[in-house]
């Protein structure tokens, strides 16, 4: 679960931000050397302690950030000896790419060569060799993709992005060594290409928005799920409410969308929240309406003083809401709009 974590922040950066991940630039790897480091071995895997982890010059493989962490090589391979590429083979050539900017690149593929030969033999040892080679070919090319020429806000541009992605990775790998890799991955940015396609449908209703969404959300695997529930559905109620309320949807349109992507019990919450978002909102309108009356009144500044102590312990019991108030009595005396919650 703890991987999936890693690989789907990892895309919603690619994604988010609409650029490629250079060769040379750090990604997850490391933060997946740190989550393996207290794993034992897996079966097939060629890991070694990190004091006995030395090139034949005497040298460490991994770089001084890495020293607390064993190196995560954990490769898998079959009755025969062959390599089973999967999610360990990338953390494995991630591990040592990540050391870039201690290591120069040519360093770094001296010590994967070196360490592999050392821990792998045939037939595995030229097929890893071979992927790794590939792989690193393909991290530099990575780099060179131009970003469409579309604006960031049309869904089209991750689309393409995506796109120009798979097709270079079928320059470089099979479809079995593609889902090896990146299957992890591409699972998240499919995902969120198709929540991309629904939110941007002008012929769906947010009702009907909401209702492929939730279609979408409940065909990921329960551990994706688990990762993706608050941060999906809170996006996806923010962004759909804030549509009906633009057009000047009804209270019922809201109740209809709330229900269709998180069902009753989470919209009876929400409307709870509504209310006490309101009741708030009254009052704190009403409690500055007051208050503008005292200072444009003709008292001294003390008196005036004393009055707006004693209106806002009238509408504001506990010290959290007289607290809470003054970032509101701040931003109205300034002319700035008022900092309710939506």
Known sequence: MQKHKLWIIAGAIILAVGAFIFWLIPNDGQASATQNASQPPAAGSGSTPQAQARSPNGLPYFSPSQQDTEINCQMNLDASSRLMVNEHTRDCFEYFITQYGEKTIEQIRKDFKAYITQNYKEPSLTQILDLWNRYMDYRARLGSLQAPSLSQDDPQYYRSIYNSTQNLRKQFFSDYEIEG?????????????????????????????????????????????????????????????????ARGGSAEEIHQMRMNLVGPEATQRLETLDTQRADWKNTVNSYLSERDSILKSGLSDDAKQKAVQQLRAQHFSSKEEQLRVNTFETAHDQGDKLPYSE
């Open 181 to 245: 890799l990146f299957g992890i991955e591409n699972t998240y940015h499919v995902y969120t290409l198709k929540r991309m396609d629904v939110i941007n449908d002008k012929k769906l209703s947010e009702a009907e928005k909401a209702q492929k969404l939730k279609a979408l959300f409940d065909e990921l695997p329960e551990d994706w799920k688990e990762n993706l529930e608050q941060m999906n559905k809170l996006e996806d109620l923010h962004k759909l409410t804030a549509d009906i309320k």
